[in-house]
């Protein structure tokens, strides 16, 4: 694997598949994050999936299954799991929860008369000046966007068996010749027959709906 973990084949290649795909954020759990990046394997063509690192495929089954029985799945070789929350502070003293309270009161008296002047301040001020902030905040500027790929034939047909799961062979057929030329009915059945069996795990999984 050449220095490179299994998380590491992992990502490269769900990358590969998917440009914008977003690594763990820090309010998403290890196990919603690899569902994501199991959601994007499992939509690569067979021949794509087939150049996968043994070890990365090993890993995506193992999990598969995982999922299936409705378990969690075990973190890929490198991966570093999310740190987990710290344990809430030691319970505080009667002593030292009342002198908290008293304290906090002392301090809310305080800070009461300011406020209420402050709140007066705000309401007087002139909506011209709102307006003024609207008419000089900056105008974002257009999102570019990005050129629409061309789809392959069989993420064409992948689509069409995704959009409509019960679809048949000479239905996707159809659709197929009319914008691709040379597509076997063999080519076909076998595209349309994985994608089905792949929404079917997904769905048992609890990744997809029905």
């Known amino acids: 694997m050449a220095n490179k ?27 919603k994050y ?5 959601t994007v394997i499992s939509e690569a063509d067979e021949e794509v999936w087939n150049g996968l690192d043994e070890d990365a495929q090993s890993w995506f089954n193992d999990a598969a ?22 344990k809430a502070a030691r319970k505080k003293s009667g002593a030292e929860a009342l ?19 402050e709140a007066a301040k705000k309401q007087a001020a002139p909506a011209k000046k709102a307006a003024a902030k609207k008419e000089a905040a900056p105008k974002k500027a257009a999102a570019a966007t990005k050129p629409k790929k061309e789809l392959s034939a069989a993420q064409f047909m992948r689509q069409l068996v995704i959009k409509k799961h019960n679809i048949t062979n000479e239905e996707v057929a159809e659709k197929v010749a009319a914008k691709f030329e040379d ?18 795990d997904m769905i048992e999984m609890g990744v997809l709906s029905s």
Do not use: C, H, N, W
Request: glycine share 4%.
């Open 65 to 86: 299954i995982a999922r299936k029985k409705r378990k969690d799945v075990d973190l890929p070789d490198g991966y570093e799991a999310a740190p987990v929350p710290e």
């Open 99 to 117: 002198a908290e309270t008293t304290a906090k009161k002392a301090a809310g008296k305080k800070a009461a008369a300011p406020a209420k002047k």
């Open 34 to 38: 690899l569902a994501r990046m199991m």
């Open 183 to 200: 597509i076997s009915a063999a080519t076909i059945a076998a595209t349309a027959g994985f994608t089905r069996s792949v929404i079917r």
């Open 5 to 31: 973990t299994v998380y590491d084949l992992l990502l490269a290649f769900v990358k590969e598949q998917d440009a914008d795909f977003e690594e763990r954020t820090e309010k998403e759990t290890d196990q």
